[in-house]
């Protein structure tokens, strides 16, 4: 079965430097992966979606790398601010049309210090 | 941008009563929604595909007659969990997409605790 593992659950770095997360995933080849952030007891919220045939998008101080060939994903946030601490989950889409039905890593939840 | 609402926020109920949570997508028509569960500290698990117009889907494991799903319109789907026990307590949250692309836009969650 298709299986997403984001490798750490916690991470914490000091204010200004960059935050690297990383998402592997298993059984599946997607034509696009994506990146939520989620706040406590909220829901998910889009950040960046990443085609097979990109190797790199960036929004803002947010990059993210796409690997077909290692099924990883990393995910970037440059000049980290404590306004960044949340969880982030990457997410495959299960349908072979992208319709939106999901499934998700666990999350890395980042923790930025001033 | 594209909102999607959910309500309630937060609701307790009774053991043995039942729960609707509703989702709407504002600003536009989503034929298919999807509802998932997320319990403490885990991620998001899907738990059923709302079709408009047609019965839902069910991922496995999930029970169909537990939960209810109604998507009676372009902008609204329902869950209702039924005679909910102590372990239905948990986050739920639906999700519409936009763009073609499978984006997905999610509403704030409901918080259910069952007592």
């Known amino acids: 079965s298709q299986k997403i593992e984001q490798n750490s659950e916690a991470l914490n770095i000091q204010e200004g430097k960059t935050a690297t997360l990383t998402c592997n995933y298993t059984n599946y080849s997607p034509a696009y992966l994506q990146w939520y952030r989620q706040d406590p007891g909220r829901g998910p919220v889009f950040l960046l979606l990443?085609?097979?045939?990109?190797k790199e998008k960036r929004k803002e101080r947010l990059k993210v790398t796409f690997d077909t060939t290692l099924k990883q994903s990393l995910f970037h946030i440059t000049a980290s601010q404590p306004a960044d601490s949340a969880t982030y989950l990457c997410a495959l889409d299960l349908s072979s049309s992208n319709t939106g039905k999901l499934i998700f890593g666990q999350g890395t939840t980042l923790q930025v210090k001033p | 941008g594209a909102v999607v609402s959910q309500h309630p926020s937060w609701v307790i109920c009774k053991s043995g009563t039942s729960v609707k949570i509703e989702c709407r997508s504002l600003?536009?028509?989503?034929?298919?929604m999807f509802w998932y569960r997320q319990f403490p500290k885990q991620s998001l698990m899907l738990m059923a595909t709302?079709?408009?117009?047609?019965?839902?889907?069910?991922e496995q494991g999930v029970e169909k007659d537990k939960f209810l799903i109604n998507h009676a319109s372009l902008t609204l789907s329902t869950l209702t969990v039924t005679s909910a026990h102590p372990e239905d307590s948990s986050f739920y949250i639906c999700?519409?997409?936009?763009?073609?692309?499978?984006?997905?836009?999610f509403g704030q969650g409901t918080r259910l605790t069952v007592v």
């Open positions: 999700s519409a997409p936009r763009g073609g692309r499978g984006e997905a836009f």
């Open positions: 709302s079709n408009e117009g047609s019965k839902a889907t069910y």
């Open positions: 600003d536009f028509q989503a034929t298919t």
């Open positions: 990443i085609r097979e045939n990109e």
